[in-house]
């Protein structure tokens, strides 16, 4: 298996503010889970510490994108029919 290395701009301190240096590392799979609240709640887990990671270090241009082209990648779950 061959290791990917994505590197991003991350966003400009404001002030006196200090914006640290971030690392992600995605690797293996998720475990088997005893039911459907526990898997839930490691997905929560995983989603909320991605999220505040990217939120917290992200240039707002690169987040406001990224986060068009997730909503694109699920458009079809908002997609309304009509008759």
Do not use: W
Request: net charge negative.
């Amino acid at each position: 298996m061959s290791e990917k290395i994505l590197v991003i701009s991350k966003a400009e301190p404001i002030a006196d503010q200090q914006i640290d240096d971030v690392k992600i590392v995605i690797t293996g799979c998720p475990p088997n889970f005893a039911d459907l609240k526990e898997q839930g709640l490691f997905y929560d887990n995983d989603a909320e510490d991605l999220a505040e990671k990217l939120i917290n270090s992200l240039p707002g241009g690169t987040l406001d994108r990224l986060t068009a082209k997730l909503l694109m990648h699920k458009a079809s779950l908002f997609r309304v029919l009509g008759n």
